[in-house]
């Protein structure tokens, strides 16, 4: 009897041991790509465990398991480690590298001008070039890069971080609307930017969407006609969405407040002396203290006169998922007769965000309003969140930096800002 029970429980520890090796080679199987520069590998799954180690753009690992948004991932010489699933993109398949594009037909340019080029390198030879809102056919993806086909049939690479990925699937979007987040917005016959122009909408206007199709919302407009507009500079909400919304205001909300430059980076040198890192971390400061008086969750990248990396300061807002990022600087040119305020955004996820603040800020501080611009910088190209860049004058205009470090210009740019983060999170 007793050589029976250790035979039965014999055949079932190798079972479950069989069980446990197929378990972690499905796992084994499964592995991540960093997208960010620079992402922490902690001890433990979460931002309160100690950092292990660091990795860098491109870096692959193979998946042990996943918790609570984390990836335990294997690390040299046997050990682990764990990386926040944001910091990530996730890859199926034995390629550690190529990431999966089934569902990804096009991938819209996103900065000013891209290069295409001959390898998926930043080394490799250019090809050819293309501007923004160029739609590029994906043939295929490597390494966080993707092989596109241009119109005129050219194959290239381009680093899929200066584009945003169009889905392949046309959906139905029953009861779905869109908001016009800027004036004289184009509304097309068809998706594409090449298409004619059948009306313009301005900034508030919501418009029905009856469909989905790649990267384009096809809407009615009046009469009845049927137009596309680019999701880009939409934004929009579902029905569900609107009946369930979560309780509005900024109370709660976290914001993440980056003041430039900092330490031996000094920023820009004002005409009379004045330099950059200083003047930011005094405005900062000051929106800190009325933020958090109305209730926000306000994370600073810096408290004092130190350096910090651009990466590092990506990595609070993305680790924090920030719900805004503002990052303040003050500008400079040779011409010392140039002034106004400027506000910068790159993914589109920051344009409402842009165009909010810089109206609000345009009506508070009252100096020359040069816009909102797209802006190739790093805090905000890589940030996830939505992000957006602040130059509120230019040092390099005797009058401007004197009127900039007066206590009056201090208030008004600090009302500005947080009236817009106010109306944002309406």
Not at 298 to 307: A, C, K, N, P
Not at 313 to 339: G, K
Not at 341 to 351: E, I, P
Not at 363 to 373: E, F, L, P, Q, Y
């Amino acid at each position: 009897m007793k050589k029976k029970i250790c035979v039965i429980l014999f055949c079932l520890l190798v079972f479950l041991a069989s069980a446990a090796a197929v378990k972690t080679e499905a796992k084994a199987s499964t592995t991540i790509t960093v997208n960010q520069e620079m992402a922490h590998i902690r001890s433990g799954p979460g931002l309160d465990y100690g950092i292990a180690g660091q990795a860098g753009l491109n870096d692959t690992f193979n998946v042990l398991d996943e918790k609570n948004g984390w990836y335990q991932i294997q690390l040299s010489a046997g050990k682990s480690g764990w990386i926040a699933g944001w910091l990530v993109e996730k890859n199926r398949s034995g390629n550690a590298a190529d990431t999966n594009s089934e569902s990804i037909s096009a991938a819209i340019v996103a900065v000013s001008q891209l290069n295409v080029r001959e390898s998926p390198s930043l080394s490799s030879a250019t090809i050819a070039s293309t501007s923004y809102g160029t739609r590029l056919q994906i043939v295929d993806t490597k390494r966080g890069w993707y092989q596109v086909r241009l119109a005129d049939g050219t194959l290239g690479w381009v680093a899929g971080y200066y584009v945003e990925q169009e889905q392949q699937a046309q959906k139905e979007a029953k009861g779905d609307q869109v908001m016009l987040l800027q004036d004289q917005t184009n509304l097309r016959s068809s998706p594409s930017l090449s298409a004619s122009v059948l009306a313009t909408g301005d900034a508030g206007e919501t418009y029905p969407v009856l469909k989905q199709s790649g990267d384009w919302y096809e809407i009615q407009i009046n009469g009845g006609t049927h137009a596309y507009v680019a999701s880009w500079l939409v934004q929009k909400s579902t029905a569900a969405g609107r009946a369930n919304q979560k309780k509005p205001g900024i109370k709660g909300k976290t914001i993440v407040l980056d003041p430039g430059h900092g330490g031996e980076d000094h920023g820009t040198t004002g005409y009379s002396g004045t330099l950059e890192k200083v003047i930011t971390l005094k405005t900062v400061d000051a929106l800190y203290g009325k933020l958090k008086k109305a209730g926000a969750r306000v994370i600073l990248t810096r408290r004092d006169d130190s350096y910090v990396s651009l990466p590092q300061r990506v990595e609070i807002s993305n680790t924090n998922r920030a719900d805004a990022f503002v990052s303040i600087h003050f500008d400079s040119s040779q011409e010392v007769y140039i002034s106004g305020h400027t506000t910068y955004y790159f993914h589109r996820r920051g344009l409402s965000l842009a165009n909010i603040i810089d109206k609000q800020l345009s009506n508070s501080i009252r100096t020359h309003d040069r816009g909102v611009k797209f802006g190739d910088y790093h805090v905000i190209r890589e940030n996830k969140q939505p992000a957006i860049l602040l130059e509120l004058g230019y040092l390099s205009n005797p009058q401007e930096e004197q009127m900039m470090l007066s206590k009056a210009f201090q208030r008004k740019a600090v009302a500005g800002i947080y009236n817009g983060l106010q109306e944002y999170f309406q």
